[in-house]
Each structure stands twice: as C-alpha cells, then as structure tokens.
C-alpha cells in the first residue's frame, strides 16, 4: 500500500513535539498499531510507534502482521450479474435433481422479471430512488400519464401485486388503506395517500417479500387452482393469467425505472415474452367487443357467428424472439381465429407489441407492418392499447 | 438483502424447503447469495466465464445435497462462502494444471503460489464482507477515503480509543485470512 500523509498538520501539533520525541506509554503504542498500519495516524505518533517496534518483538510481530492485513484490501468489484445468469444457474440445479415442488410454469415469467427488477434496483442511492419517473397509459383512447418517482413505481407494483396476494389468502400490503378500492389505480393511489411521507428504498424489501412469498404460494397451490379468479375490482383473471399480467407489469415498470435512471434493460426471455404476448392475443378479443358495445369499434358487419365458429380474423404476427402467430376473432370472442376468414394481417415486433399494449407507444405511431382491412387493423391496435392501466 | 426474519430461522427453514424439493427456494437462496457467490469466485478465478460455471457449481451442489449444510454448525452465509471458496480454488487448480500440462509457462511451484494467493484473497474479502459492521466501517474510512483514525472517530460519532480499537482488531481479523490450517469456516469472522 502507499505512503501518505496524514492530514493537515494543524490539529496533531503535540506540544511535546518541539521538545523532543513523542513519549507514549506502551498499551497506547499498542492500540496504534492498526492506525499505523493504515497509515492514519499523526506523524509524531507514527514516529513513536516505530521507534518502538525496534524494542518490542511482540509488537513488531504484530505489526508486521497488520501491514500485510492491510495488502488483503481489496475494493470490492462492482459485480453486475449476468441477468441471463439466474436462468441458467436454476435450469442446470433442476436438471440434476427436478424438484419436487416445482414453480409453475406460468408463474416463471413473474419470478424471472421480479429477479430481474430487483437486481436492478441493487446498487440504488437515494438518488435513483428519488429519480422522476412518468406512469403512461391509455384512457379513452387518450394517452394519461402520472408522476412518481422510483420508489413510487415500487409501491405502485407492491400494491396491485397485493391484489393476488389477497386472493392466495395473503396479507393485503395495503394494511388499513385496503377499504379505499379495488382497482389497481385506486390501490395505489390509497397507498401513496396513506403514507406520511413520499415512497424510499424501504419499499423494496416488503415488495421483494411478497414477490417470493407469491412464487412460493403458487407453487403449493398448483392445479386446479391456476384458475382461481383474482379480482382487479372492475374485472378479473385467472390466477394463471393474473401472474402473467403481472410479470408484464414489473417488466413494462422495470423499464420505466431503467429510462429514468439511464440504465440499459432488455426485454423479457423469448419464452415469457412468447407467454406475455399469447395472454394479451386471448384477451383481445373480449376487449374488442368490450369496446364495440361501447360505441369505441366498428360494428362488426358479419355477427351472425356461432360459438365456436370460425369467424372473421386478424392476423398478429409477432417478430422476433418470443414471436408467433395469433388469429384474432374480430365479431365475437365466441368465434374461432380463422385463416379462411382473414381480413388484416398486422406484423410488429414482440417488445414493440408489449410496449403497446402497455400504452407506451400511441396506436398511430407503433411501427406495425400491414396489410387489409384497415378499420380492423385500427379497432385491434387501439383495443391492445387500452388494455394499458397506470 | 435484508428481511424481516432473522439469520438463523431463516437458514433453517431455508434448508428445510430445499430438503423438500421446493424449487421456489432455490430462487430465494439465488436472488439472496448469487452476487457474494459471483463476486468470491471471481476474486479466485479471476474471469467472468469460470465465475459464472463456479457459481452454477455451487447453487447445484447445495439443490442436490441440502443436508449438507446443518443450520446448527454455521450461519448458511459463512457455509456457501466456504463452499464457494473451495470450489473455486478447485477450478483454478485444473484449469492452471491443465494450462501447464498443455505446456503453458511457469512451474508447478508457480502455481501452488497463484492457488495460495487466490484463496487468501477469496478468505479476505470474506472476512472483511462478514466482519461486524462497526469494524468495516472504520477500515472503509481509514483504508478507502484515506480518513486518519481521529478524522474516522469523528465520523463514527466514537473516542480515539475506540477508532484505534476497531481499526485494529479489523485488520486483525483480516490478517487470518492468511493463516495456514486456517478453519475452514474463515476463523469465525461471521
């Protein structure tokens, strides 16, 4: 290690030290060892010690010990893991011996995404956590947006993970706010209300506890269960289904986090974007009725659909990893996805389609490869963006 | 990263759960331990890559032999390190004599020495990631920010005499990392 001063001189000026060598008693020499080893001691009092290291072999001894101590440290690495990293590590243990309780498969999209934001929140100083951060998503068709801040984003994910906690029988995270609501918007803005002070880092560890302690639950309530229904106030999901809409949620946020503090993030693992991507395609086709009931589609022109009968469709076709192909029924989500019966064929990019229906990207402007029908390739395009919340 | 649940309580039923076959406790015990696990292998291994297969090699080794670890003997914090340490200084040991096999430079002299410096390094960093608080603390300030021991006390809100203690007894604590025959669970720094 080097050589170096120990400060301004001023406040160890020792009196003594114009009058000769600084005189200290033996049990004083000794306690200084270790400042003298750092080199953090005054230098009449470096003198001192080393003057009596030349006497003293016990002292001499240890100080020679401390100084090599002192070569050991070593500051430690800034270690980015891989994120790639957890996958492999898990999938290489479960090869060798499978679990007896194994993670559901439609809950590894939600346990690889809450690992994924909780590494990134890793390294956070008060600054990243205080960082702005714009909630964006569609209402009406019109773009809304909110302003929070990283730990905010946190509570936000905290609260409406709550909502499966509730339904698994887990404690509500909202505590005594719980009455204020159950819509995910309603949810989190009790909580940020409740609160006396804005979100900080203290958030992390209850949202992290709940995380695991969701996995955990789903993996002990496999089976029949996956469709247990979780309520999100004004609709609801199958357990399943709500756990993969909630790994979409911790994604979309996790990049919202990312953008705020200018960190690079990837999108999901082809696999559970593939998952993210299939949801959203199921559920088109009940929001386009949703919409068209309300005057917010075009009517469809050929209703005359039995259930289970083909019907007119769509073609998504998602590029990419994680990509594929949906057929979207467009008159009635009765009908069947048909390619006999398709109108429009839509293509995009995965992370670009969830962007979407995040409410990330306007309808207008997603960059989207089309051919057909180009009022049903609007309808589908804006349904995708209004299934976006806060 | 810290919870509610207290060290031992959770390593126990931490253990059980991998006992059991739960695969959602493999995850925690990842998402809690894999960046000490990651960063000890590579202050031995010394590459990205080795680190990676040596982390790997650890969480498999705990998933397949949970009984291994007994929750009474040690905290499951100071058994992975040990564990990871070994296991690292395994690695480089092959990959170093297979170098040398191949008609690498150096002797096997040189790489007993490269072997022995990797774990005395691995053992410190350990220590000094384990070591009380208090005590890290003051080595941070003297050693990292070049703070003298009366400017540490007045960051620490201690005495002189207490500034000069810590520091002391840290790098005492440290310098065992040197120790030949050394216990292996890294002289109890935990």
Redesign the interface.
Known sequence: ?SE?H??PAG??DDPKEDTGPLVLEHHVLK?????W??A???PAEAGAVEEHLGGCAACAD?AL??R???G??????S?D??PG??T???E???E????????PEWAAAY?AET?RL?ALL?DFGDAEWHAPVRLRWYESDEASSRRTTVAGVIAHLLTVDGLVALALGMDDPLGDAAHAGRTPSDRTEAYWRAARFPPTRSV??PW??QS?AL??TV?FTDGGTGRLPVSYGDYELPLHDAMLDRAFECWVHAEDIAVAVDYPYEPPSGRHLHRIVDLAARMLPAVLEHRREHGLAAPGERRLVAAGEPGRSLRLEIEGSGGGEWLIPLDSPAAKGSAEHEVAHVALDGAEFCRLAAGHVPPREAAVGQVGDREAIRDVLFAAASMSRM | ????DTPPRWDRRMQQRLA?????????L??RF??LV??LA??VVGD?HAA?AV??DV??HV??HPDSYDPRQEPLRTWLATLTSRLAVRRLRTTETAALARGGPGTPEDLERTVRHAS??AR??YI??SMPAPLRAA?EL???Q???????ALDLGVTD?E??????????L??T??DTGAPPGFGGAA
């Open positions: 290690m170096r120990a400060g406040p160890y306690s200084l060892l270790g400042a080893a750092l953090a001691c005054a240890e010990r401390l090599e101590a002192v050991l440290l070593q500051r430690p690495e270690l893991l891989d990293l957890r492999r590590v898990l290489s243990c479960l060798v011996r499978p679990p007896r309780i194994p993670v346990d690992a909780d890793q992390r560890t992290r506890e695991h996995v955990r993996s | 990263m810290p919870t509610s059991r076959g739960e695969a959602a406790a493999l995850g925690e990842y998402d894999a960046s990651h960063g590579h202050r990205e990676d982390t790997r969480f498999a998933w397949e005395v390094a410190a960093d000094v990631q080595l003297a050693y990292f070049r703070r003298d021991y009366r400017q540490t005499d500034a000069r203690r810590r520091l002391r007894l840290g790098l005492q440290l310098a990392a040197g």
